[in-house]
């Protein structure tokens, strides 16, 4: 007897809805300028943008079981390569902007080289270095502005987009719809990656490392390429931070920013790497600067919904909202995954 299974709630209506979510959010996303006029708002929406970047490149490493201490500072040496391309080499952004992220690329795969190696508590304390001594580097720089930075950074050249328009960084919505545009290019890259084999290889190393290079995965390749892609997307959105600010100052870039992305990534929930740092950095960049009225009881509160955060949501702030379902397919997936590398490298049960 065949048993007929319901469409309904199934798979498909369930990528049909998160098509149609997705969609509904770009839109929004699209016309908000037109709603929010403040551009102090509008500062603080691009600061969210760029908070998720930065947030996503931690869960990037995490899956592969690296917690990185100097996101913050391949964020400053995308910002200082862009500056210098900009104001030294007198190079156009959008020639910056592409160089900025090759310079963070192979400055992290050259480092990553030496500190990958060490994964574990060896690697954290490594990359806290770094974080540490990249201030001292760009502080002791004369021709980086020194410890006072560079100010009167120029902002990106004006663009003609075919069909639309001339568009003039001058006021914060061209700045907010180029932040838009790093991060879906981020969004689509990152989901590109971990919906092939180096992100199922990330997980299984995230799982047990030891477990997975038993099985044939090069447990170091796959952590290096984690490091490099995200001091890649870093350089990216310093470059973005140096021209929409207009100067660069080396205390801007130091851990206590790094730790700050690891708060992004952990409140929205570390089980969804691209909704997660999203909704994590929206809230922690709304709350303070709501807050900021009151500046005595503004650290104190934000510390305060930090812990709790933490301490009664351990999956993050999407597990409120009845999303707990997609963890669980995570885990699922993660549980598999032992399976489907033996079947892929043609191991068979006995």
Same mark, same amino acid.
């Given at each position: 007897?065949?048993?007929?299974?319901?469409?309904?709630?199934?798979?498909?209506?369930?990528?049909?809805?998160?098509?149609?979510?997705?969609?509904?959010?770009?839109?929004?996303?699209?016309?908000?300028?037109?709603? /929010?006029?403040?551009?102090?708002?509008?500062?603080?929406?691009? @600061?969210?943008?760029?908070?998720?970047?930065?947030?996503?490149?931690?869960?990037?490493?995490?899956?592969?079981?690296?917690?990185?201490?100097?996101?913050?500072?391949?964020?400053?040496?995308?910002?200082?390569?862009?500056?210098?391309?900009?104001?030294?080499?007198?190079?156009?952004?959008?020639?910056?902007?592409?160089?900025?992220?090759?310079?963070?690329?192979?400055?992290?795969?050259?480092?990553?080289?030496?500190?990958?190696?060490?994964?574990?508590?060896?690697?954290?304390?490594?990359?806290?270095?770094?974080? @540490?001594?990249?201030?001292?580097?760009?502080?002791?720089?004369?021709?980086?502005?020194?410890?006072?930075?560079?100010?009167?950074?120029?902002?990106?050249?004006?663009?003609?987009?075919?069909?639309?328009?001339?568009?003039?960084?001058?006021?914060?919505?061209?700045?907010?719809?180029?932040?838009?545009?790093?991060?879906?290019?981020?969004?689509?890259?990152?989901?590109?990656?971990?919906?092939?084999?180096?992100?199922?290889?990330? @997980?299984?190393?995230?799982?047990?490392?030891?477990?997975?290079? +038993?099985?044939?995965?090069? /447990?170091?390749?796959?952590?290096?390429?984690?490091?490099?892609?995200?001091?890649?997307?870093?350089?990216?959105?310093? +470059?973005?931070?140096? &021209?929409?600010?207009?100067?660069?100052?080396?205390?801007?870039?130091? /851990?206590?920013?790094?730790?700050?992305? &690891?708060?992004?990534?952990?409140?929205?929930?570390?089980?969804?790497?691209?909704?997660?740092?999203?909704?994590?950095?929206?809230?922690?960049?709304?709350?303070?600067?709501?807050?900021?009225?009151?500046?005595?009881?503004?650290?104190?509160?934000?510390?305060?919904? /930090?812990?709790?955060?933490?301490?009664?949501?351990?999956?993050?702030?999407?597990?409120?909202?009845?999303?707990?379902?997609?963890?669980?397919?995570?885990?699922?997936?993660?549980?598999?995954?032992?399976?489907?590398?033996?079947?892929?490298?043609?191991?068979?049960?006995?």
């Amino acid at each position: 007897m065949e048993v007929a299974y319901s469409s309904k709630g199934g798979p498909r209506s369930r990528v049909k809805g998160k098509t149609i979510a997705s969609a509904l959010a770009v839109i929004a996303l699209v016309l908000l300028p037109l709603v /929010v006029k403040s551009p102090y708002y509008m500062h603080i929406l691009i @600061m969210s943008g760029l908070n998720a970047i930065l947030a996503m490149t931690f869960i990037t490493m995490l899956r592969t079981g690296l917690i990185s201490l100097s996101i913050a500072a391949f964020w400053g040496i995308g910002a200082y390569a862009s500056m210098l391309f900009v104001m030294r080499l007198k190079a156009s952004f959008w020639l910056a902007l592409p160089a900025s992220i090759v310079v963070a690329g192979l400055i992290g795969l050259c480092i990553g080289y030496l500190f990958v190696r060490s994964a574990g508590f060896g690697f954290v304390m490594l990359s806290a270095v770094l974080g @540490m001594l990249i201030i001292v580097v760009f502080g002791n720089l004369k021709f980086l502005g020194g410890y006072e930075g560079i100010e009167s950074i120029p902002p990106p050249d004006q663009i003609t987009i075919p069909l639309v328009a001339r568009v003039e960084f001058a006021s914060k919505a061209p700045y907010y719809y180029l932040m838009l545009v790093l991060l879906f290019v981020t969004i689509v890259i990152l989901r590109a990656i971990y919906a092939a084999w180096t992100g199922r290889a990330w @997980m299984a190393i995230g799982l047990n490392s030891r477990l997975a290079e +038993s099985l044939g995965v090069n /447990v170091f390749r796959y952590r290096l390429w984690a490091f490099v892609i995200s001091s890649a997307i870093a350089g990216m959105a310093g +470059s973005f931070y140096a &021209h929409y600010i207009g100067a660069v100052i080396p205390g801007s870039f130091d /851990v206590f920013k790094t730790i700050y992305v &690891h708060i992004f990534a952990i409140l929205g929930g570390v089980d969804f790497a691209i909704l997660g740092p999203i909704v994590g950095s929206v809230v922690m960049t709304f709350v303070p600067e709501l807050l900021r009225i009151t500046k005595v009881i503004e650290p104190i509160v934000t510390g305060v919904l /930090v812990i709790l955060i933490i301490l009664f949501l351990p999956r993050g702030l999407l597990s409120l909202f009845g999303i707990q379902a997609m963890s669980t397919h995570v885990g699922r997936r993660i549980e598999k995954l032992g399976s489907f590398i033996k079947a892929s490298l043609g191991f068979r049960a006995r």
